[in-house]
């Protein structure tokens, strides 16, 4: 057993909300855990550590998109030895980052039964059920994407094929693909002459992923952009299968509010562009 006392316990968590915008949609998984640890300790947050020869901030993340990928929505827990003012944390934790990981909300885990700062196992990711996307296509027409887009949810299943860490997987991408359509109106507001498609996948085991229905999109309808797509996530959540449009995972939780008068626009600090905002959060990657 390893010597010296026994690691503060956790008394608050604290869920967060962060951006991936820009040329960091290229930094990896690893390095942003990296880059929020050190703006962690930049910002002087009291985070838990484990126990043990190894000593690790209780950090987690859930449903990180993929290198290369943009993300207006991903989300990490964080265990704290001591209970901070969630909206002064976001302001800290956003001021430490670097542009384009921007701190877009942070809530606190309600308590457990008798007052425990300890969550259910799985209760947040099992909010994630899907994810809305937004694919930039340079280079293809409308017609022609609207065309692809048609006879991919004509479909009844397209399977296609992919590596993944047990082997070369076959599997349906259809049936995960709630909905799919063109954006005209973004396109026609867009720098370049591009198709602009909006999708909500659900989430499944093995994942689909954007480059996954791109690849059905080539088998239904042969379409092909010139270049790489650029791949946005818009949001994640709970899955209204009725109207097809996701909730916020965290609302929750919202039982804690933030300050009033001054010290609420103190503790937000600046305002950061929401999803609907942005004409093309990873644009400037391109």
Do not use: N
Not at 3 to 13: H, I, L, S, Y
Not at 213 to 222: F, H, M, P, S, Y
């Amino acid at each position: 057993m390893p010597e010296g006392p026994a690691p503060a316990p956790v008394t608050q968590r604290l869920r967060v909300r962060y951006t991936k915008r820009g040329r960091l949609r290229f930094t990896s998984h690893r390095d942003i855990s990296r880059a929020v640890e050190r703006a962690v300790r930049r910002a002087g947050i009291p985070v838990a550590f484990s126990g043990g020869f190894t000593p690790h901030p209780k950090i987690s993340y859930a449903g990180a998109a993929a290198t290369g990928v943009a993300s207006e929505a991903e989300y990490l827990e964080i265990g704290l030895t001591e209970t901070r003012d969630p909206a002064r944390v976001r302001a800290d934790l956003d001021a430490a980052l670097p542009p384009g990981l921007d701190i877009v909300d942070v809530v606190p885990v309600r308590a457990g039964r008798g007052g425990e700062a300890q969550p259910k196992p799985g209760a947040f990711t099992d909010r994630l059920e899907a994810s809305e996307w937004r694919i930039r296509l340079e280079g293809v027409s409308s017609d022609d994407a609207a065309a692809a887009v048609a006879a991919f949810m004509a479909a009844e299943t397209i399977e296609v094929e992919r590596l993944t860490k047990k082997g070369r997987r076959r599997f349906d991408v259809r049936a995960a693909v709630h909905t799919c359509e063109l954006d005209r109106r973004a396109a026609r507001a867009a720098d370049a002459p591009c198709a602009i498609l909006r999708m909500v996948v659900r989430h499944s085991t093995p994942a689909v992923r954007p480059d996954d229905i791109l690849t059905g999109l080539r088998q239904v309808a042969d379409l092909a952009p010139p270049s790489p797509p650029l791949v946005t996530r818009l949001a994640q959540g709970p899955l209204d299968a009725e109207t097809g449009g996701l909730a916020d995972p965290l609302d929750p939780d919202r039982e804690i509010g933030l300050p009033s008068g001054d010290d609420a626009e103190t503790a937000r600090g600046p305002q950061r562009p929401q999803p609907g905002d942005l004409a093309s959060a990873d644009a400037v990657s391109a």
